[in-house]
């Protein structure tokens, strides 16, 4: 295995090549890769909930998809990376529990996708490929050096998007 | 929000008081279990810490270690949810012993096996949630069970999320079966919602917590 490069939940890193980002078993979460392929720089965050103007809290930007992208942005402009190239490949926001209520914290993992979405259209940068929801965990690798954002579940073969 | 109740304000009479409901109600618990393996179970006093999320997953092994969780969402006096998660080794036993049959050779959960189990955790949880009610007063309604086996990362992040709305910070109640001659591993972690939290407390004569 090369240098991995982990990141917790609430988390971000930023690294070049051939760094390796990884986030281990996302569920309902969401994992946010940008990628500026000509200066091979790479930032990785694991985002909890999707807004953090809602809460009293958020002194933890990484937690929030809103303030996770943003300062995972500004991170990678610092070293380097430029706005216009960055580019996002996204995974994660399942539904772990399968209940016939609907509940509103229930179906976190889609509501965190859907803001994720929202974000990254708002400051126009193109989803590359995306593997979200259904109804399992996804532990997931960025190879820097490539692009390529893979994918391991349970039970499923790898998957590289 | 600013209603709900923060974590941060935490001291060591809260962590009595809360390894005290964990105490009885994985006592209920235990005992419930015992009597549907028909086995004799201890217990060891429950664990009551409150982790950062980055140390969540290693709780059970590593994020990436497959768990099975069952899950009951909270309704009336409380909102929230109860999960109860064992590792997928104890599950397969307390599976076997239940259906009276060998473990699968292939590894895997039938359809029955997870049905058993959730009914599993159905009882567990139920007892568990009865001392919670019995001690608070509090009229505590549970959802039918749901059942998910998969990465302990993946399946943490459930609660975590729901922690994550308070703080960074997560409260777990970390219970320990043992047989005379095997150790199931279960964790219960409840998970009231902000409101909840202060009105649990606020019922066992904390009043300055919200």
């Known amino acids: ?161 | 929000m600013g209603n709900g109740f923060d974590f941060n304000k935490m001291n060591d009479e809260y962590y009595d008081v809360l390894r005290e409901i964990g105490n009885i109600g994985a006592g209920n618990a235990t005992t419930a279990l015992s009597q549907l393996l028909n086995e004799r179970i201890d217990m060891s006093v429950p664990k009551v810490s409150m982790l950062d999320f980055s140390e969540l997953p290693d709780v059970l092994g590593g994020a990436e270690v497959s768990v099975v969780g069952i899950m009951l969402s909270l309704s009336m006096d409380i909102d929230g949810m109860m999960l109860f998660i064992i590792e997928e080794e104890s599950a397969r036993y307390m599976v076997s012993n239940l259906m009276q049959c060998p473990p699968s050779e292939d590894g895997t959960f039938s359809d029955m096996d997870k049905s058993a189990l959730s009914e599993v955790g159905n009882i567990i949880c139920g007892a568990y949630l009865y001392s919670l009610s019995q001690l608070t007063g509090m009229t505590i309604n549970a959802s039918i069970p749901s059942l998910s086996i998969d990465m302990a990362g993946a399946i943490l992040s459930v609660p975590a999320i729901e922690f994550g709305k308070m703080g960074d910070k997560a409260l777990f109640i970390q219970s320990k079966f043992g047989e005379i001659d095997r150790e199931i591993n279960g964790y219960f972690i409840l998970i009231p919602n902000v409101e909840s939290y202060g009105k649990i407390l606020n019922r066992l004569g904390f009043t300055d917590i919200t």
């Not at chain 1, 996302?26 to 500026?36: A, E, Q």
């Not at chain 1, 995974?91 to 772990?96: K, L």
């Not at chain 1, 976190?108 to 400051?123: H, P, Q, S, Y």
């Open chain 1, 1 to 161: 295995m090369k240098n991995m490069i982990r990141v917790g939940m609430a988390d971000l890193k930023v690294c070049e090549s051939p760094g390796v980002l990884t986030t281990l078993g996302l569920g309902s979460c969401v994992g946010i890769v940008l990628y500026d392929s000509l200066s091979k720089i790479g930032g990785m965050v694991h985002v909890m909930l999707p807004d953090s103007t809602k809460f009293n809290h958020n002194e933890n930007k990484a937690k929030y998809a809103d303030t996770g992208i943003e300062s995972l942005m500004e991170n990678m402009l610092g070293v380097g990376a430029h706005k216009e190239r960055i580019v996002a490949k996204i995974a994660g926001g399942a539904q772990m529990f399968a209940f016939s209520s609907d509940s509103d914290a229930l179906r976190i993992g889609e509501r965190n996708v859907e803001a994720v979405k929202k974000i990254l259209d708002t400051k126009n940068i193109k989803i590359m490929a995306e593997d979200t929801g259904l109804n399992y965990g996804r532990t997931i690798e960025f190879y820097t050096e490539t692009g390529e954002l893979l994918i391991k579940s349970v039970g499923k073969p790898d998957k590289k998007i």
